[in-house]
């Protein structure tokens, strides 16, 4: 946490403004009017029920999807109507709730894509690789712990290689900003300890983070603050400690029974 | 002996020239999901290319490749920039682009009618002479045809999984959101996929117009033959087409042999049937359609 405050009050501009934006699907509003900031090195967590709007919400800033009104800034630039790959090449990197690997191609190629073109694409790509990008993918390999599957074709991995194979191709293209969506759902306890102290060293590099989760117990175990979205809108914001105290949010969202396990969780005295 | 020496010439032969022609529309289906109907007419384009270039200009040969490498190359980017970039967002996009290169096939067919006129001319880029094997004499342009064949399907092996290019039209083709999001510029993978495609297309015009003739509707044929190994080895499957046309090539040389000329055609139909009937997706294809 110190570290944090420390980038913050270093660069006190925020990384990410989320202005207003709306996404309408016919008379849908899966977002609805949503603000919030990101600060650099901060890590932001979103949780919120099935359908409240999270996905394309992270659909939205990446590109994928056009924001029906509103506007994102990254850094200090428009970026509300540029394309995937240009966000990209801006500093933002995401990974998805389900497997977006290239089967076909090896852990290491898969990889090499986004370090390749990730950065600053190519035009016309050099036959070999260079060094330094063959140094990126190493350090993505040695970081996401999946150095001894380099060679395995992606469709080969397990559930939890494949999604740190998604966070290493993240990684890999340097982004000021990672967006993970719902990187540890359907793992085990085990697994997710892992995945943690994988992000733990990420953040480290002092990236900033937004993830997206179900698992409360890593939602509030990561985020410096937490942001609760129902039906398109926010109906929480705020450090993740008061989370389990807010009504609308145990109402709508968490059940009594899961607020008692974040409180158990959140409490020091308490081995989690 | 001498018959099945023959036979296998033969199917090899025509195996190899569906090949180049099936690879580059399987390698268009894979990456874009867009059935171009047009191959069949840059196909033409490529062989008069040549004919123009040998017969008309007086250059050699090797002119008359790279001539046919070229126009191919630039149709398929034309066929880019004029409807796959506009149409490439807009729904339906596959029906869309089926339709419109149908179109572009036909004005493109026409174009060479009024270029070059609607008798059919030798292809001055084909060897000469043969070789005996076991007894049969075979012409060394059909030998050159099946060498040519198996260079530029190793090529196009090369150039999908040895290059960096190549992983990116991969990585495109089985994901396209999460190749964008890692900041491949998708249009311009999809524009450089339709030029190998065309040049693919402009080669084995030469092919096919070195066996027969050079004629306006000529590649109408190899277009169909194309699309049956296609759909035989699975839609959008570059490496299934590889095997599935050379594949194809010995049983339409053996059903001719066996059957009658006539017949080659209509074995290679009721292959196809029987494929759709046992396996929907192709013999390579998976239910989940596993693209390059």
Redesign the interface.
Known sequence: MDGLSHETARSPRPLLVVDGVSKHFGALAAVDNLSFEVMPGEVLGIGGPNGAGKTTLFDVI???DRASSGRVLFAGHDITRA???RI??AGI??T?QLN??????SVR??I???A??????P?????R?RPVIRRRVDAALELSGLAGRAATPAGELAVLERKLLMVA?AIV?QPRLLMLDEPVGGLTQAEMDAFVAMLARIRGEGMAIILIEHVMRFLVSLADRVLIMHHGERIYEGRPDDLANDRRVVDVYLGDGAADLIRAALDPGVVP | MEVIVQVIASGLTLGAMYAVAAVGLALVYGALGMLNIAHGAILTFGGYAAFYVITSLGLPMVAGVAAAVAAGALLGLAIYVVLVHGMLSAPAFETNIFIATFGIGMALENVVLKLFGAYPAAQPLALDGAVAVFDVFIPVRNIAILVAGVLLMVATAWLLT????G??I??TA??R??????????R?IYAQVLAISGALAGVSGIMVSSLTNLSPTMGGDPMLKAFIVCVVAGLGNVYGAMIAAIALGLVEATAQYLLGVRFGLATLLVLVILTLIWRPHGLFGRTQV?R?
């Not at chain 1, 035009?123 to 036959?127: A, E, H, R, S």
């Not at chain 2, 959101?177 to 998708?186: K, S, T, W």
């Open positions: 990446t590109g994928l394309g995937p790959e990209c090449h990197a995401r998805f977006a690997g290239f089967d076909t191609l190629e898969n090499e894509v986004a390749i073109y990730g950065h600053v694409a035009v016309f790509p050099g036959f690789i191709t293209t | 040895r290059t960096q290019t992983n990116a991969r990585a089985q994901n959101a999460a190749a964008e999001l890692m900041g491949v510029r998708v311009w596993q390059l």
